[in-house]
């Protein structure tokens, strides 16, 4: 029975809606408090609701499905789309645009219509939640492109930190690339993404950015990733990477089992014996020793299945 306490047990009804990937957990309290969720065919409107395995669970008149294990996605966000599910002018949205057999995702954090790059997606909205924090301290890296004139000193407000509006941006690291013609190409480092933040604070020391990529979100790379490309995040990598022991390896399926040899046929990848050799005792090819190169989530020099 779903139980009106924070400290019984079972756990927050956001919670178990952010897992199976209905939205975040504050986007779920929302939900719950426009009357869209109920429990137990009664409906609530307080989050305030611990729940059980037993406890049914709908979300406008349909059950909730079972949680998943959680799963992230690299996708290369072109220009021209908006990172939210639904939009209020009617514009294209990153969502209409991902592959049919795509599960139901939610981004982590945002791309503004006109910056381009990498957009992780995921099912689980309490990692979309872990990604998103602060607290995490991953490194947002981006390229952007910028109109004006300004020398190395000129950037400093930026690295210490400045207010713009009476908002303040936590400071970023920036580096001068290269000039072309009357544009600079800047590299810029932050562990926080408020909105429009680097055009804001590139605006405050002079420079009007005109192109503006994310190339990388903590160990994530966007690499070689086409505009418009998605490709899933390995399990391996998400237990390495983000400590998520939730059994992701069955996303893999059953293993299916090898085709029997035919009779007197070698095993597969067996050597063929040399002309006059005796046979010996088998040996053991031990473990393979692991590829060089590559980042976690693709890189120019790792497998794009990142």
Known sequence: MAKESETEGGERIAKRLARAGVASRREAERMIEAGRVSVNGRKIASPALNVG????????????AAAEPPRLWRYHKPVGLVTSE??????ATVFDNLPPDMPRVLSVGRLDLTSEGLLLLTNDGDLKRKLELPSTGWTRRYRARAHGRIDDAGLEPLRKG??????????????????????LWLGISLKEGKNREIRR?????????NRLIRISYGPFQLGDLAAGAVEEVRPK???DQLGIKRDPEAL??????APAPKP?????GARKPRAGAKPGPALSSGPKRPSPGGSP?????????G
């Open 53 to 64: 395995e037993g406890d049914r669970i709908e979300v406008d008149g349909q059950p909730l």
């Open 86 to 91: 639904r939009d209020e002018k009617g514009r």
């Open 162 to 183: 400045l207010t713009v509006e009476g908002e303040r941006f936590q400071p970023m690291k920036v580096e001068i690339e290269r000039a072309q013609g009357g544009n």
């Open 201 to 209: 604070a590139l605006e405050a020391v002079g420079l009007v950015v």
């Open 237 to 239: 990598i998400l237990r």
């Open 252 to 257: 893999r399926g059953p293993a299916q089992p």
């Open 264 to 268: 007197g046929a070698p095993k597969p």
């Open 297 to 305: 989530g693709g890189g120019p020099r790792g497998s794009r299945r």
